[in-house]
């Protein structure tokens, strides 16, 4: 029954008007810099012509935020262990404010983070507001992700598969050894992942219902209520984000956001583009095969990976993760991965480098995380070590596409060109980088069906 009344709410949902050029005005009304903290790339899954930076001295957030009415700046903090990742959220919220107060501008801070409710909350959304002097603002909950299947209905975060909508922790995401829970009514999510410091007279939702039939006032009133420190959001479609995203603006009260990537286009005003064609990402196009690189170790990137074996014409090349405890072996498989790759690449041929599939996990949250890095940590030294330029970088899985961006190729700063499929993201990597002006596809491990890696290779051949 509750299956029903969900399809019909995303039904109904297509429908209705959207609410963009509201939002663009009351931005241009009330000029407003919206930052997005992204707690891995993949929360650039939504947007085009929107920078993404990715060090954040006092100097580059200053330029940014007066060149930039949105940009990103990728964080990478679900890779980072909890001390860390709360650092650097008061770090960026201190400085972020601090220039907002100087050039008199009114910022809204998103933390995006992933879709099926992984990463580290609430501590680093905490952390941001603390650095940026808001420890008693009212917290809002917004991870629908629609491109992806991700809805909140009644309360519950759903993720559709097939014709399927599973609640969030019926899912494999929520198995995961750093970030799982247990938990898929976000009221009892966000009890459960504060370990009982915030109770649930403290948190507010807001139903599709009232998002679609009240007025905007009403929804303002709820935003400023002064009873409840967190307020869940649902929704089945963009307008009832924007409404969300409009009554925000309007409000008196400063909010901090924790969102998926939808929820950035709702508050930015972007409008949902087309995906792009091979044309609008290979301008260009090298002799050159392409590199794609496999890291993720969720189900459904194992799937993807399985059809592109049995259905591709890439070159495979395994990197043995068992072996990371094998200094000296690791070591040599390291260099002869690297020989191979630039080999495949300069006679045009495409390679699909993975990791072996065993997941290993440590004896804490702590010790499953740090072999997550390293292993990234011997993918992003064989990017480091190529000679040839590959014809595009497509690298699966969110910690594996930052690392590889930003510690592999040295990306500094990019462009989001937009979407080759939806979730899927594009970037156009900035002169500093290893191969300047390379196309580098940022797949997340939990978006697409079983073909959409050999899908999207296919059409770029």
Known sequence: MLQKALLKSIEDGDSLTGYESEIREELAKNPKSVVILDDDPTGTQTVYGVPVITEWTEEILENELLLSPVFFILTNSRSLQVDEADALGELLGER??????????KLIVISRSDSTLRGHYPNEVNALAKGMGLEGATQILAPSFFEGGRYTFDDVHYVKEGNSFIPAAETPFAKDNTFGYRASNLKDWIVEKSEGKVTQEHITSISVKALRNTSLKEIRNTIEAPNSSHIVVNATCYSDLQVMALAILKSNTTVVLRTAASFVNAISGISIKSCLSKSDILKNPSPNGALIIVGSYVPKTTAQLAHIKEHGDANFLELEVTN???????????VVLVEKIDDYLSKGEDV????????????TKSESLEIVNRVSNALISIVKKLWV??????????????????????????????????????????????????????????????MALHELVSVLK
Not at 96 to 105: E, I, W, Y
Not at 325 to 334: A, R
């Open 352 to 363: 699909v480098l993975y990791t072996s599939r065993k997941v290993l996990k440590g004896s």
């Open 96 to 105: 972020l404010q601090k220039l907002a107060d100087k050039h008199q501008k």
């Open 324 to 334: 990371i405890f094998d200094i000296g072996v690791f070591c040599k498989e390291l």
């Open 389 to 450: 330029s590959p014809k595009y970088i497509l690298a699966k899985g969110g910690i594996t596409s930052s690392d590889v961006a930003t510690k592999g190729l040295n990306v500094r700063k990019a462009k989001v060109l937009g979407q080759v499929l939806k979730g899927v993201p594009v970037w156009q990597l900035g002169q500093e980088a290893k191969f300047p002006n390379m196309p580098y596809i940022v797949f997340p491990g939990n978006v697409g069906d079983d």
